[in-house]
Every structure is written in structure tokens, then in C-alpha cells.
């Protein structure tokens, strides 16, 4: 026989081995060469060459005194084993420069053999192989992408559980991370530095270069706060499903489950647990191949990594590197665990996202709002919903701390707590898409946290009530993109703010309008309201911006003084409580006059920021918005919101809060400038509808939600000429104003058609 037929009579061989042996699952061994022989009809000898050709490529283990057996993509070849491990070691510890080629020969042993050594750190993730015109060559693959700070704003999307919350980066990169609570240290703070101060990243391999970058493509699973990002590259597709479990399970959690789509995808991992906001390296304890605790001795309690496949640590890191292929899944889980020495039992992690996705589906049923846009309206709630910490009933004004109002600039707040005035919106937007519970249960929250200061209730607490909310830097973080100071509790705790008094209490009035059951309670809140407010209602405050200067009288704060008057006497006059009625009716007079008197430029034909000030602040269109101060028609009315309009608003269809200084110290004690406050566009769409120029409300509120990230997300502020989201990310102002908009949206176009079937029933 010629060299050449004997030659194709071997890849024939080996072309008929293959497809039995990949017939035959992993862990059974290969019946003798002589029966495969017959199976592929070739002889015995040939068929002993394939075999040995095979064990030569990885596929299987030709071992002398072992059965023949199949290995699995990611199984190191027996013969192989110090020789790979070394390898994986030197690539996990970092001696090998991520990109960095490594050699196809090696003393002793042939270009083959070292590509099957290679074969397991390419099913694993470790290795990328590309094909050239000189052979393959193999790359260390990157871990995580190059870049070493957080990405734009709107490239995060939220996950939560109702009691802590995390930020998923479209690149598969978990940000930021409280787990326990809103509040609670951050044990991923990339988001306001580097990859030095915690991530998490779970996503396919590519080399350094980029060339060969897998494509993400993000979304929410229907209704829910469960993310996924399918991954797109050239060997198959793969989806990353994020989620927090919420319902009171044992230990606080992040799931990721990774899923094979088509094909096969290597994928890999990397956890670094920084706590303390990044300042901490925790020590790590394997307690077996698929668990590592990780301690956090200051916190009483350990975090415990686990996955369905090999764990290793180097450094304070946690590493894992697979294949996942199609039907295949493979778990990763960060969980915590209060003083325990073993990670906490669990359900099977699809058990886990089922009644996780269940949690929101039902949520979500209850969502009363029946206009066209009732998906958009739908994730906004869904929004509120994930700010909510459930145990306490407390909504939190949005789960970051520090993102800029400006990038470079120190204008950087924590907003990780209890605002009653974000609050108050809240159950306002919630109330009127049919979720009355959370408003009561953030009701009972509030009675609870402003017991505690019975002298005068402040402005905004922690989850659970408490008041220990002393501001301070980090100064190891350098913040986002550079805009430090990297802050943590806030100053404005203890600041005197008026307007929370009758913003609470309209909020309050509204609710229990909707819930009579319950109105003798709430009644009796918004009486102890209006009482703390009356001896304070005249003295200068800091306003609803919570500025940093010194107190005015802002008007807005006074409209509001009279909203908290107004709204006690109501519930007074419908007996639901007693109280001081004449008293307060005097009082609430007197309040309006002095604002029609102080508060309101007659030649310009508009309320403005402060009595005696020229300058206009967006938040007069919340005042004109308080039902009763003054009717739709009034020329005030009317001439404030066109002057907001016009003195506020740009060219980007967006309106500014107020005008701001430079570099000159402005009105809210503070230097910089700042984005376009995204609540005062949404008030505006209101405010227009109000004054029955709803179409005009209706392009200012597609214009709102022309900002949204790619999964409906808005932050606090936008700047309109670098395309770009500002301020603490995903934020419940900006979201509650656009449920509120299209409320009031809807509303009008119903009343409108209504007006328009009776008048041509009339006719």
C-alpha cells in the first residue's frame, strides 16, 4: 500500500473513531480496539493508529494498564497532568502577561503534544487559540476587559432583592455591590475607582487586542428586576442571567447563572471582594473545590463564593474558568452569612430565579395603570419597587453614593437612605398604579423612624430608622472618572427643609383618600405634621435642593408650608382627627397671602426661587402643581410655569433646577455646575397638562424617556452635550416623574374623550 492511501486510510479511521467514541458519554469506557474495529470497518491495526492518533489530540486516554477512555473538553490528559497544572498555575498567579503568546515547542516535547496540555486551558478559559499561515498559537486570555475604571453611567443595570442591591455593567462586570443593605459597605466599589477596589466579572474570553470581542446584548426578563446579557461570539452564543433573590431567604445573595445557548463559549470569571469601599483585601479559606469563604471579621460573618464548576484563589481573588456548551447551565453564587462556618443551604439555583421571576411577575399584576405606555410605566415601578427595603417598608432615594452631578466635579452625595420627601413622591407614583400597601407600609416606616426624634423629625433616616448618618470622605477611592470626593452618609440630615412637612402630608391625603380603613391613622400623622410645622413655617430653610448655603425663604418651601396646613384641615373637616381648626384655617391663610405678597414678581409675571429674589427654580412648577393653592387658570399659575419654561430650559428640550454659579460660589452654597435635573422635566410635562396643553406634555415626557438607558433606566441628571447620565444611578425622582407624567397624560386624554362622546351625545 502506497504511503499516501495508507494515509487517507488513517484519517478515514480517525474520521469513523470520532463519531463513536462521541457517542459514548464521558465516564463509560471504550470497548476494545478489536470491536471498534468492526464497528468501523477497518482492521484492528488501523484501528489501534486512530486510537493512538486520538490519545495524541486529547480526545482520549490511551493509558497502559486503564481502559480507554473519553475526555471531556476541559479534562487534562493523565500523561499530562504536572505539565498542565504547572501552566494553569503560572497563568492564574499572573506570571503569564495577559496577551501574551506561549510556545508551541518545548524540550522533549513535540508541537502536539503541547497543544493537547494547551486542550483543557482552552475549554476552561484560560487560553484563546488562533489559527495562522506558521500554525496555531495560543494566547492567555484577558479576564476582564482592559479598561480599569467603571464605564458610563448608562451602562449599568440594576439588580436588588429589596433589601440590598447591585450594578451590572454591560460587559458582564458587577460594579457595585451592597449586599445586605442599601446602606451597607460596599464590597464592590469599581464604580468610584479601579478594578483594585472590587468587581466581579463574568463573561466570554477574548484576546487583549479586542479583535475578537464577543457582542453583549442586555435585557430585563419580562417584568422583573432578573438581567441577562447573551453573549454572541464566533464559537456559539451564551446567556449570563443576574438576579438577588428577595423574600426574606436566609442569606442575602447574587446569582449568576451562565447558560449555553449554541455552540460552545469559554467563559471566565473573577471575584475580588474588596469590603469596606474597596480598602480592605479579605483572606480567603477554600473549604473545597466549589466553596471559598471569604471573611469579613469586622462585619461578624463570612461571604462564601461557590460555583457549579472548580474555584481557585490567588491574592485575595477568586478565579474560575469553563466551556459552557448548548443545554448546558453553570452556577456562580455570592452569598452572605452571619457567624456561620459553612455557606448556607440553598435551593437549586433554578428553584432560586424561579421564585424570582415569580416575586416580580406577581408585583407586577398588581400595576393598575392601563395606558399604551404601560410598559414603560411598568419598569419605573418596577424601579421603586427595587428601592424599597421590604423588612422596613423604607424607599430609598437610589442605591449609589458619590456619582457625579458633573463629571469632575465635587458635587458627589450619598443617597443610599430614607428621604421622606423621595419617599413621599414615591408612594405618590405607587398610589396611583394601584400599590397601596407600599405606601402604608412606608407610612408605618416612618411613624417608626421619626419616633426616635421626637424633638423634630428630620429629613431623611437610615433603612431602619437610625440617624447615624455623619458625612465623611474616602479618601482612598479617587470617585467616579475622578470626581472626588467619594462621600458616605450626608450632611443635610440635620438640615431644616419645610417643604417635607406638606409634601409628606399630601402624599399622605392621597393614600388615604384610597384607603379609608386606614384613614383615621394617616389622619393622625398629618395633624402631628401640621403641628410641628406651625412654629417652624416662617424661619428660612434649606429648601428642597438641601442646599449647602445659607437659608432662605424659598417659596417653594412656603407653598408646601400651606400644602401640610391644608391637607390637616381637610382630614380635620372629615373627622378622620381633631385639631386646632380655626387655628390652622387663620394659619393657612395668612402662609398664602405672604407668598401672592413675597414670593411673586408682578412685573415678571412669575413666583420665584425665594421672596425678594429674581432668580426662578424649577421647583415652582411643584408648587403650582399643589392642588388647591391656586386654580389651573389663575395668570400666576399659568406665567410661572411659562417662565420655568423659557429662563430653565435648553435647547436640549430639558429643564435646569435652577441656574448655577461656575466657578463662583451660587445660591446652593457650592462651586461647579451641574446636569439637567431630570424630576423638573417630568414636573414640567405635568404642569403643562395642568394648563391643558397635552400634547406638549406628551412630547416633553418622550423626550424624558428618550434618556433612558437601553433597559429603561434613568439616573438623577443628564448632559444633554456630552450624551451622557449624571448623578446617583437608577434614581427614584426621575423615575417617579415619568410614572407621574404619564398619569397625568393619560388622565387628561380620558377626561378629553369623555368631554368628547357626551358633547356629541348632547348634540
Known amino acids: 500500500m502506497s504511503a499516501r492511501a495508507d494515509q487517507r486510510g488513517l484519517v478515514d479511521a480517525c474520521a469513523a473513531l470520532r463519531d463513536v467514541v462521541d457517542n459514548v458519554p464521558y465516564d463509560q469506557a471504550l470497548p476494545p480496539a478489536e470491536t471498534l474495529a468492526v464497528r468501523i470497518g477497518q482492521s484492528a491495526w488501523l484501528t489501534r493508529r486512530a486510537l493512538r492518533e486520538l490519545d495524541a489530540d486529547g480526545e482520549i486516554a490511551l493509558m497502559p494498564q486503564e481502559p480507554t477512555r473519553r475526555l471531556r473538553p476541559s479534562e487534562t490528559h493523565p500523561a499530562d497532568t504536572r505539565f498542565t497544572r504547572e501552566i494553569r498555575n503560572a497563568i492564574l498567579s499572573g506570571h503569564c502577561q495577559i496577551g501574551m503568546s506561549l510556545p508551541v515547542r518545548r524540550r522533549g516535547l513535540n508541537e502536539r503534544r503541547i497543544a493537547r496540555m494547551y486542550r483543557p486551558l482552552l475549554a476552561e478559559g484560560l487560553l484563546v487559540r488562533q489559527d495562522g499561515p506558521d500554525g496555531p498559537r495560543f494566547h492567555v486570555a484577558v479576564p476582564v476587559p482592559d479598561e480599569d475604571g467603571p464605564g458610563p453611567i448608562e451602562d449599568y443595570a440594576l439588580i436588588g432583592d429589596q433589601r440590598g442591591s447591585a450594578l451590572v455593567r454591560r460587559t458582564g462586570s458587577i460594579d457595585w455591590l451592597c449586599l445586605r443593605r442599601f446602606d451597607s459597605d460596599a464590597l464592590f466599589a469599581r464604580l468610584l475607582g479601579t478594578a483594585d477596589h472590587g468587581f466581579w466579572q463574568l463573561a466570554p474570553v477574548h484576546l487583549a487586542d479586542a479583535s475578537t470581542a464577543p457582542v453583549p446584548v442586555r435585557r430585563y426578563v419580562g417584568a422583573s428586576m432578573v438581567h441577562e446579557i447573551e453573549w454572541v461570539t464566533k464559537t456559539g452564543v451564551a446567556r449570563v442571567t443576574d438576579f438577588m433573590v428577595p423574600g426574606g431567604v436566609e442569606a442575602p445573595q447574587v446569582v449568576r447563572i451562565v447558560t449555553g445557548v449554541q455552540g460552545e463559549v469559554a467563559m471566565r470569571t473573577l471575584l475580588r471582594a474588596r469590603p469596606e469601599y474597596g480598602l480592605v483585601v479579605p483572606r480567603l479559606d477554600r473549604t473545597d473545590g466549589w466553596h471559598v469563604a471569604i471573611n469579613l471579621p469586622e462585619a461578624g460573618g463570612r461571604l462564601w463564593s461557590q460555583a457549579s464548576v472548580p474555584l481557585q484563589t490567588h491574592d485575595g481573588d477568586i478565579y474560575a474558568a469553563f466551556t459552557i456548551t448548548e443545554g448546558e447551565t453553570v452556577t456562580l453564587g455570592l452569598a452572605w452569612r452571619e457567624g456561620s462556618d459553612a455557606p448556607a443551604s440553598q435551593p437549586a439555583p433554578n428553584a432560586l430565579l424561579k421564585c424570582t421571576l415569580d416575586h416580580w411577575r406577581e408585583w407586577a399584576t398588581r400595576c393598575t395603570y392601563p395606558g399604551a405606555d404601560r410598559a414603560d410605566v411598568l419598569r419605573s415601578l418596577l424601579v421603586l419597587s427595587a428601592l424599597t427595603h421590604a423588612p422596613t417598608g423604607a424607599i430609598v432615594a437610589a442605591p449609589t453614593t458619590s456619582l457625579p452631578e458633573a463629571i469632575g466635579g465635587d458635587r458627589t452625595w450619598d443617597y443610599r437612605y430614607g428621604w421622606l420627601r423621595d419617599g413621599a413622591f414615591s408612594i405618590t407614583a405607587l398610589t396611583r398604579c394601584g400599590y397601596l400597601d407600599e405606601a402604608l407600609a412606608w407610612k408605618d416606616w416612618m411613624i417608626r423612624s421619626c419616633a426616635d426624634t421626637p424633638e423634630r423629625r428630620r429629613i431623611m433616616y437610615r433603612v431602619d430608622g437610625a440617624t447615624d448618618l455623619h458625612e465623611q470622605t474616602l479618601p482612598h477611592l479617587p470617585g467616579y472618572e475622578n470626581s472626588a470626593p467619594a462621600r458616605i452618609g450626608n450632611g443635610a440630615a440635620d438640615q431644616l427643609q419645610l417643604d417635607v412637612y406638606g409634601e409628606v402630608a399630601d402624599a399622605l391625603f392621597e393614600a388615604a383618600l384610597d384607603a379609608p380603613g386606614a384613614a383615621p391613622g394617616i389622619a393622625a400623622v398629618i395633624v402631628d405634621l401640621a403641628t410641628e410645622l406651625e412654629p417652624l413655617w416662617h424661619e428660612p430653610d434649606m429648601g428642597i435642593w438641601e442646599i449647602r448655603g445659607s437659608r432662605r425663604q424659598f417659596t417653594h418651601s412656603k407653598v408646601m408650608a400651606w400644602v401640610a396646613l391644608d391637607r390637616a384641615i381637610k382630614v380635620i373637616e372629615r373627622g378622620w382627627a381633631t385639631g386646632p381648626l380655626e387655628r390652622w384655617r387663620a394659619l393657612r391663610e395668612t402662609i398664602h397671602t405672604e407668598v401672592c405678597e413675597r414670593g411673586y414678581d408682578h412685573a415678571r409675571k412669575t413666583f420665584t426661587q425665594s421672596y425678594g429674589s429674581r432668580e426662578l427654580d424649577a421647583s415652582l412648577l411643584h408648587a403650582m402643581l399643589a392642588e388647591g393653592f391656586l386654580p389651573a387658570d389663575d395668570k400666576r399659575v399659568i406665567g410661572t410655569i411659562e417662565a420655568v419654561q423659557r429662563e430653565l430650559g435648553t435647547d436640549s428640550g430639558l429643564l435646569l433646577r435652577y441656574r448655577t454659579a461656575g466657578d463662583n460660589v451660587g445660591v446652593d452654597g457650592l462651586v461647579g455646575d451641574e446636569g439637567h435635573f431630570l424630576i423638573c422635566t417630568g414636573w414640567l410635562a405635568m404642569c403643562l397638562v395642568l394648563i391643558g396643553r397635552v400634547e406638549e406634555a ?4 418622550a423626550r424624558l424617556r ?53 358633547a356629541g351625545t348632547a348634540s
Open 698 to 701: 406628551q412630547a416633553v415626557l
Open 706 to 758: 428618550s434618556l433612558r438607558n437601553d433597559v429603561g433606566l434613568l439616573s438623577e441628571e443628564y448632559d444633554p452635550q456630552s450624551g451622557r447620565q449624571l448623578g446617583n444611578f437608577p434614581q427614584a425622582f426621575s423615575h417617579l416623574a415619568e410614572i407621574c407624567a404619564a398619569v397625568a397624560i393619560r388622565s387628561a386624554s380620558v377626561d378629553d374623550e369623555h368631554a368628547a362622546v357626551a
